[in-house]
């Protein structure tokens, strides 16, 4: 599985309660706290002057809080992708990621009624494959969604994808790069 050769800004939605205390919000629908939306606020600016066209967002409620707030700087086209939904941690939800995550990441565990690491992977690929488009585009999404991008990207999973950090993601001779973010 891969990725179409195009590039696009990817932002994780901006922080919530669930966030800051280290829990798993997998399909729990939780809103952004108060500095996820200043987060938010603040990433507007920052990708503006980009050349995005079009905000592809998560339909849940802290993507699209996310995109709606973005949105208020760039002015463009925006719609939903339910399959850009976070994974589903079924039994996990609500419970601190570790010390089951990087098992879940790696396939070597799965929660009870959650996704598997490649049901995601399968998931995001086709989803991908009917969003992207030249642009760039701006995929607003999840901690989750990104660690599957990465992995189609041939680029490592592990790591914190920051909240509301634009990362530019483009193809090149040696593979995918991914830039932003600090």
Not at 106 to 116: F, H, K, L, Q
Request: proline share 10%; charged share 15%; glycine share 10%.
């Amino acid at each position: 599985m891969n990725l179409p050769e195009i590039p696009f800004w990817f932002l994780r939605h901006g922080e919530t309660d669930y966030n800051a205390a280290g829990l798993s919000q997998g399909a729990l629908d939780i809103p952004l706290n108060a500095t996820g939306r200043a987060q938010a606020e603040l990433a507007g600016p920052l990708l503006a002057g980009q050349g995005i066209t079009a905000i592809i967002s998560s339909p849940m409620q802290r993507a699209k809080q996310t995109a709606e707030t973005v949105n208020e700087f760039l002015h463009l086209p925006l719609s939903f992708e339910p399959d850009l939904r976070e994974v589903m941690f079924g039994g996990m939800e609500g419970k601190p990621l570790l010390p089951w995550f990087p098992e879940w990441l790696e396939g070597r565990y799965t929660p009870p009624n959650a996704e598997t690491f490649a049901q995601v992977l399968a998931r995001i690929q086709q989803a991908m494959a009917r969003v992207l488009c030249p642009g760039p585009l701006l995929i607003v999404a999840h901690g989750g969604v990104f660690r599957a991008l990465r992995d189609l990207m041939a680029l490592p999973k592990q790591g914190l994808t920051p909240n509301a950090t634009p990362l530019y993601c483009a193809p090149g001779d040696t593979g995918w790069t991914v830039t932003g973010g600090g």
